[in-house]
């Protein structure tokens, strides 16, 4: 190739490169919007399908929360809290700090006072019966576990565990097996 040719497509090069590097600069620092929001006139605003009917304030931080038999399970800080569906407080209980998930099991539950509430913890499982009382505890089956979150099944308790990128199998007929 002749040396004219060769200096005309490093000048052509350079000048794509330097154009698509200031068309990227522009395109971050710009204010435009890529998302659509609803504009001063209400149109193009999202209308939900759902009404909310209610709403009710608790005495601290809700870490996470379960509905059973017209019943909202709420973990807090350092205690369950029981309300019904209109937010009336119908008792509490205390458990130790840092609740992960929570989840009231049904399926062997025959009514209300003998359903077990289990609560997942970074590197535990304990389970309380509805009035407070601890009926059992599983620890994680590693020392590096991180538990993020879990569900049940009529036999069987299944949790994340962040750290070691796997799913746990406990079972619980047999307390502390695990898969």
């Given at each position: 190739?002749?040396k004219?040719?060769?200096?005309g497509?490093n000048?052509?090069?350079f000048f794509l490169?330097?154009?698509?590097?200031?068309?990227?600069?522009h395109?971050?620092?710009?204010?435009e919007k890529?998302t659509?929001s609803?504009d001063?006139?209400g149109?193009?605003?999202f209308?939900?399908?759902y009404?909310?009917i209610?709403s009710f304030?608790?005495?601290?931080e809700?870490?996470?929360?379960?509905v059973?038999?017209n019943?909202?399970?709420?973990?807090?800080?350092?205690k369950?809290?029981?309300f019904?569906l209109s937010?009336?407080h119908q008792?509490?209980f205390?458990?130790e700090?840092?609740?992960?998930?929570?989840?009231?099991?049904?399926?062997?539950?025959a009514?209300l006072?003998?359903?077990?509430?289990?609560?997942l913890?970074?590197?535990?499982i304990?389970s309380?019966s509805?009035?407070g009382?601890?009926?059992g505890?599983?620890?994680?089956c590693s020392d590096?576990?991180d538990?993020?979150?879990f569900t049940?099944t009529?036999d069987?308790v299944?949790?994340t565990?962040?750290?070691n990128?796997?799913i746990?199998q406990?079972?619980?007929r047999r307390?502390?097996?695990?898969?």
């Amino acid at each position: 190739m002749n040396k004219p040719l060769k200096i005309g497509l490093n000048i052509l090069v350079f000048f794509l490169i330097v154009g698509f590097g200031y068309y990227m600069v522009h395109s971050m620092m710009s204010e435009e919007k890529t998302t659509q929001s609803g504009d001063e006139n209400g149109e193009n605003t999202f209308v939900s399908p759902y009404k909310k009917i209610n709403s009710f304030d608790v005495a601290s931080e809700i870490l996470c929360f379960d509905v059973y038999e017209n019943l909202i399970f709420v973990a807090l800080f350092d205690k369950v809290a029981i309300f019904d569906l209109s937010g009336k407080h119908q008792h509490d209980f205390k458990i130790e700090s840092n609740v992960r998930d929570i989840v009231v099991e049904t399926w062997h539950a025959a009514s209300l006072p003998t359903a077990t509430i289990y609560l997942l913890y970074p590197t535990r499982i304990a389970s309380y019966s509805f009035d407070g009382q601890k009926k059992g505890e599983w620890e994680a089956c590693s020392d590096n576990s991180d538990y993020c979150s879990f569900t049940t099944t009529k036999d069987y308790v299944f949790v994340t565990d962040a750290e070691n990128k796997n799913i746990v199998q406990y079972d619980t007929r047999r307390t502390g097996a695990f898969y």
